[in-house]
């Protein structure tokens, strides 16, 4: 229990401004929970974390004076992860929805991306509900998890990584993938075979950083103000061209 009386000071202590280096519990580490297989939101590269959302959850940890740790785990885990005191918070292009709202509480949205599904160029579906019947992979605990679940007798495959879904994909042993549009941009410079034949709206709020139920109010007051900061300064639109998440 000790640690958790440490993390909430360290919270009482950014809502008030006061996390400074004067703080005797200013070496705490809060423990950030992320996929990191999810390009170009989350990714390891040459051995280091990077991405979208890992600069965004650095950024904020530099403005509010605070020491974070990656705890990179499959997305299915990271919400009982949350809720089981293992880790403080995600961010891991995490879209804020009703569902997910009932067990977590979202900052604000920092981007909004759609749904996007993935052929390969020797098959012909031209709608979504060419998939009847069809086998489909998508990212376990995804959003598109549940879009692709909607398809009338389709065969959903939920994997833990989305690399996995090309890969499948790209040697024929699916039918098609569903997943967002930025991500899968990415992953298409690599797969010349693959290719999107239909998109559409998500259905969630955007991207959110999620907090434990009840706890945190104060605390994702501030860090909704430093990403209103990031959107009015220019650090959000420097991150999106970095990303190549620009329309």
């Not at 009386?5 to 006061?18: C, D, H, K, Q, R």
């Not at 423990?31 to 999810?38: D, F, L, R, T």
């Not at 891991?92 to 749904?115: C, E, H, L, P, W």
């Not at 709608?127 to 398809?151: P, Y």
């Amino acid at each position: 229990m000790k640690k958790i009386y440490v993390v909430l000071a360290l919270f009482s202590l950014l809502i008030l401004g006061a996390c400074s280096k004067q703080v005797n519990n200013q070496s705490e580490i809060l423990k950030v929970g992320i996929e990191a297989s999810y390009p170009p939101y989350e990714f390891i590269q040459d051995g280091k974390l990077s991405g979208f959302d890992v600069d965004i959850i650095e950024e904020l940890a530099k403005r509010a004076n605070l020491k974070i740790e990656f705890v990179n785990m499959s997305y299915d885990a990271l919400i009982p992860a949350l809720m089981g005191r293992k880790i403080d918070l995600i961010i891991s292009s995490m879209g804020i929805t009703s569902q997910r709202a009932q067990n977590v509480d979202f900052s604000i949205s920092y981007f909004k991306d759609k749904n996007v599904y993935l052929k390969h160029k020797d098959n012909d579906f031209l709608q979504k509900d060419d998939l009847k019947s069809k086998n489909i992979c998508v990212l376990l605990g995804s959003i598109q998890e549940n879009a692709a679940k909607q398809i009338l007798d389709a065969k959903v495959v939920a994997n833990e990584n989305m690399l996995n879904c090309f890969l499948n994909l790209d040697s024929k042993k699916i039918d098609a993938i569903v997943t967002d549009k930025a991500s899968a941009m990415n992953f298409l410079k690599q797969y010349p075979n693959i290719n999107v034949f239909y998109e559409e709206e998500d259905g969630s709020e955007g991207f959110g950083i999620a907090f434990r139920k009840n706890e945190f109010k104060d605390l994702i007051s501030k860090v909704n103000q430093y990403l209103e900061e990031m959107k009015n300064d220019g650090t959000l639109e420097k991150f999106l061209v970095k990303y190549n998440l620009k329309d």
